[in-house]
Nanobody
Framework: VQLQASGGGLVQAGGSLRLSCTGSGFNFDDNAIGWFRQAPGKEREGVSL????????YYTDSVKGRFTISRDKAKNTVYLQMNSLKPDDTAVYYC???????????????WGRGTQVTVSS
């Protein structure tokens, strides 16, 4: 199983970034694919999820209206479009896959390598 994340970088406040997560070695349709983030000194938190089967989505309150998660089933890829970025969004972002529909890090079956997102003020 592999989750390949990309798309992080440095952006000014108010800017946008798009993260991509491509999965292999597992059935995309059977999993919830998501993004978590971890800022220095803070716990890892669930940012957004999308159901591999029916496209149901979840967003944590702090990103609602700014972030959009989407999927391309043919490419086994999930995207996180991040708009109106704020300095508080600065963190390492991790792609995840799990059987459970959960934003609890302990419920995640597979993790990708993190990608750094830095938002300057």
């Amino acid at each position: 199983v592999q989750l390949q994340a990309s798309g992080g970088g440095l952006v000014q406040a108010g800017g946008s970034l798009r993260l991509s997560c491509t999965g292999s070695g597992f059935n995309f349709d059977d999993n919830a694919i998501g993004w978590f983030r971890q800022a220095p000194g803070k716990e890892r938190e669930g940012v957004s999820l999308i159901s591999g089967s029916d496209g149901t989505t979840y967003y944590t309150d702090s990103v609602k209206g700014r972030f959009t998660i989407s999927r391309d089933k043919a490419k086994n890829t999930v995207y996180l479009q991040m708009n109106s970025l704020k300095p508080d969004d600065t963190a390492v972002y991790y792609c995840s896959a799990s059987w459970l529909w959960s934003v609890h890090p302990g419920d995640i079956d597979y993790w990708g390598r993190g990608t750094q997102v830095t938002v300057s003020s």
